[in-house]
């Protein structure tokens, strides 16, 4: 048993933390909400630099860890670009990225990224992407389809687990962010953090992210075994569920300054959205993953 | 990254599975009921893996083990956790008494008490919590009192698993007061057989014989018992503390419970609510995660870089598992049909659901009090995160 990612992959992904920090850290997401038309400009060359578009996650387990890694890293920062989207490109088609889409809606965070995309619905029918709206916040995009076939079926699980990757960086970060602020904000004359319930409430956030963590390993181990696409939704429905965990506990603590654009959290937490409503929420993910599963469990130990 | 356990591991899933099904009763619910056939069963199953050489498979060579590894070691916790436990009381002998004995006693205490737990032959009880010492146990009263080249044990102990069946204690006691309540404490290893020793059982939701009172009356112990130095228990018991660290695999059974559900319900799964069954999926995933996070903690154990914060997430997830998923049981359960006509396997094989979700909702009612509450696993995970003392 190998519960971790490996040396190379953790070490990439650390680099990338590092260099996403030089190339702006926080300020890339309010520059990107600013100029949305310059997100790809202000990523591309960091992107660039780290070599992401060699990754061939698809096809190269090692290479999936690194991607892994660095969605992860993409995450911490809230880095604006569809980073998710594009290593999740299909090896079979010509085009620069793929976006799963629920049925009937489709919707992805891509809107002002120039690229050839397609799109996979979780049954696999897959599309070539013709044409963008901006749909809302958080540069989400409805898109128009042409529809290419139905073999994507294989193309599903990446398409899911790595953005499941991002949303777990953004935890992380969330996380950080809040055990600072409530060692160092004083109520009462003593930090918040000597308060038990505030303690507590920061526990349950952690048990969420450090589990999500877990099953977010197991998923990209699991890819392309028969298993994958259960896998990835098992992972997604537990981390739209931590991400609300979390995210709450965050907010909680952090009190009103939370919401003020000063501070980090506000970012991070209105750009996981996309990542949590995308392309189903929790009770459709649930709902889905249910009727996949019909009357056998997830592979596990009696499944 | 490799989630796979391996070869060994998984064949020694396999020849358990077939050790539970030849020598465990079809409804066998574990070894806590009135019924002294359960008990029995249990001894006996312990005595079936002693002969194979899988009741002490953990334990080194030299002291009659296999050295298994530590994966091997998940695969007996969560079949035999899984399967109600059918180890019966034995399990803490073998999984920390022994080891500790192994590892703190003389040559005459590791004589005296291995090979008895290596046989299949003994139970152990603990006597740690007392009335005014649950989660504060170093505030405990029992003491240990000089009496010629001898001691006399005097106090009450509670909440004592096994009590009843067992006929050794692993009695922690107050010998001194010192500066701290940490120091002055030691170990005695006390056989229950003493007249001066009562036990007093609590019926309680949990099951009959799970919880008793212990009242030493003026035992006699003699150095010989002490084990370890005296005033060095506090030690001791954090070392008792580190062998429970991942504790009994509680993810295993609700898994094996939560799979079976729809299969039992045959054709009524069908008129489960959408609703419930979402649940179910969600209890699913939640048994997978604590699956994983128990993983972490045998990992980071075996790796000798586990801090008490990486179990206490693990007991918070799978203690909080335990508890939802018995609810989503309960209410899918509700389900079958009862009083059916007639008898037959699947009448049967129906009422033994029935029970074992039951079983299993009582005894989770316990899992956020037992082996250390979750407010105490709360406390250890967020000094880490905050870094305070």
């Not at chain 2, 991942?246 to 729809?262: D, N, Q």
Request: hydrophobic share 45%.
């Amino acid at each position: 048993m190998i519960l971790d990612l490996g040396t190379e992959a953790k070490e990439y992904g650390h680099e990338a933390l590092r260099a996403f920090q030089a190339a702006g850290g926080d300020q890339l997401v309010q520059q990107a909400e600013a100029k949305p038309d310059a997100r790809e400009a202000l990523v591309a060359p960091v992107l660039e630099a780290l070599g992401v578009w060699e990754l061939d996650p698809r096809t190269d387990p090692d290479s999936a860890e690194a991607a892994a890694a660095l969605c992860r890293s993409a995450g911490y920062w809230a880095l604006p670009y569809p980073f998710a989207e594009r290593l999740s490109r299909p090896t079979d088609l010509d085009v620069d990225g793929l976006v799963v889409v629920a049925d009937g809606a489709p919707e992805g965070a891509v809107a002002a990224v120039e690229k050839r995309w397609a799109a996979v619905t979780l049954a696999g029918h897959r599309s070539s992407v013709t044409g963008q709206v901006a749909a809302g916040s958080g540069f989400v995009a409805a898109l128009e389809l042409s529809a290419i076939d139905n073999n994507g079926a294989g193309d599903v699980a990446l398409g899911l687990v790595l953005p499941c990757w991002t949303l777990l960086g953004m935890l992380d970060r969330a996380m950080e962010l809040t055990i600072a602020h409530v060692r160092l904000r004083k109520q009462f004359g003593q930090p918040l953090a000597s308060f038990q319930g505030v303690q507590f409430q920061l526990t349950d956030a952690e048990v969420e992210r450090s589990g999500l963590d877990m099953l977010a390993k197991y998923s990209l181990w699991s890819l392309g075994s028969d298993d994958a696409l259960d896998d990835a939704l098992a992972l997604r429905l537990a981390a739209i569920e931590a991400a609300e965990v979390v995210f709450r506990v965050c907010h909680q603590l952090h009190g009103a300054v939370g919401f003020c654009d000063e501070t980090t959290l506000s970012w991070l937490s209105r750009y996981s959205q996309p990542l949590r409503r995308l392309p189903m929420g929790l009770s459709a993910t649930r709902d889905y993953l249910t009727r996949r599963l019909a009357r056998r469990g997830l592979t596990g130990l009696y499944g | 990254m490799d989630f796979d356990m391996g070869e060994k591991a998984t064949q020694l899933r396999s020849a358990l599975r077939g050790l539970i099904k030849t020598h465990v009763p079809d409804d066998f619910l574990g070894a806590f009921t009135d019924d002294p056939a359960d008990l029995e069963v249990a001894q006996r199953f312990c005595r079936t893996l002693a002969e194979q050489g899988l009741l002490c498979m953990s334990w080194p060579k030299e002291f009659g083990g296999r050295d298994a590894s530590v994966w091997e070691q998940t695969v007996v916790r969560e079949e035999m956790w899984a399967h109600h436990e059918p180890r019966g009381a034995q399990y803490m002998g073998v999984n920390w008494v022994g080891p500790i004995i192994m590892r703190h006693g003389t040559e005459e205490q590791r004589r005296q008490h291995l090979p008895p737990i290596a046989h299949g032959e003994v139970i152990w009880c603990q006597g740690f919590s007392e009335p005014e010492a649950g989660s504060d146990l170093a505030s405990l009263r029992t003491t240990a009192r000089r009496a010629g080249d001898g001691w006399r044990v005097s106090g009450q102990k509670i909440w004592t698993s096994y009590a009843t069946m067992a006929q050794w204690c692993f009695l922690l006691a107050r010998t001194s007061k010192e500066e701290k309540k940490q120091q002055g404490l030691t170990i005695f290893l006390v056989p229950m057989n003493d007249p001066a020793i009562q036990v007093r059982p609590i019926r309680a939701m949990l099951g009959p014989h799970h919880l008793n009172e212990v009242f030493f009356d003026d035992l006699k112990a003699t150095d010989a018992d002490v084990l370890g130095p005296v005033g060095g228990g506090w030690s001791i018991v954090q070392d008792v503390m580190s062998f429970e660290r991942v504790g009994i695999a509680r993810y295993a059974r609700c898994e094996r419970l939560l799979v079976a559900a729809p299969s039992v319900l045959g054709d009524r799964w069908e008129d489960v609510p959408a609703e419930l069954r979402g649940r179910w999926t969600r209890m699913l995933a939640h048994c997978r995660r604590a699956r994983l996070l128990a993983y972490r903690v045998v990992s980071l154990q075996a790796s000798g870089r586990i801090q008490p914060a990486d179990a206490a997430a693990y007991r918070i997830a799978v203690t909080k598992l335990d508890q939802d998923s018995a609810e989503v049981l309960m209410e899918i359960a509700a389900f079958m049909p009862r009083n059916n006509a007639g008898a037959g396997p699947h009448v049967a094989a129906t009422e033994y659901f029935r029970a074992e979700v039951e079983d299993h909702w009582r005894y989770s009612q316990a899992s956020t009090v037992a082996s250390g509450s979750i407010e105490v696993q709360r406390m250890l995970l967020s000094r880490a995160l905050l870094a305070v003392s």
